[in-house]
């Protein structure tokens, strides 16, 4: 990540996943697990077109070490903020259509109060 403010956020998403981790909290541990990979996604690029093979033993095969490395975009604050921002929009949207009574929800109301301090950063 290029931006220092972007790297800070997602340097303390990891501390607080490893501390509630120590903390055996599942539910903190889960949904900051599932964030930090909502913004490692958001770092890939999209693959080009592989018609053009590289390898004539096995169909799409790269030859060479780290040919199947790719590179990343570099996320800049505002990037991460717009994934954490998404996840918590998808949370309400679930929300939203599910009956009051089913449990689920309680703990969708939970990891949404557990993204959304991150807002505010």
């Keep these: 990540m290029e931006d220092e403010k ?3 956020l997602v340097t303390e ?16 541990t889960s949904t900051l697990r599932s964030l930090l990979a909502r913004i490692s996604n958001a770092e890939a690029i999209p693959i080009q077109d592989t018609t053009n093979l590289s390898s004539t033993s096995i169909a799409g095969a790269s030859l060479g070490v780290g040919t199947t490395e790719m590179p990343r975009k570099e996320l800049m604050y505002s990037d991460v903020y717009g994934v954490i921002e998404a996840e918590v929009k998808e949370i309400e949207e679930v929300l939203r ?5 089913v449990p689920y929800g309680e703990e969708l109301r939970q990891k949404k109060t557990i993204i959304r301090k991150y807002l505010t950063r």
């Design 97 to 101: 259509h599910l009956d009051a009574s």
């Design 13 to 28: 998403i990891r501390e607080d996943m490893i501390r509630a981790a120590k903390a055996s909290d599942l539910l903190t």
């Design 6 to 8: 972007a790297r800070r």
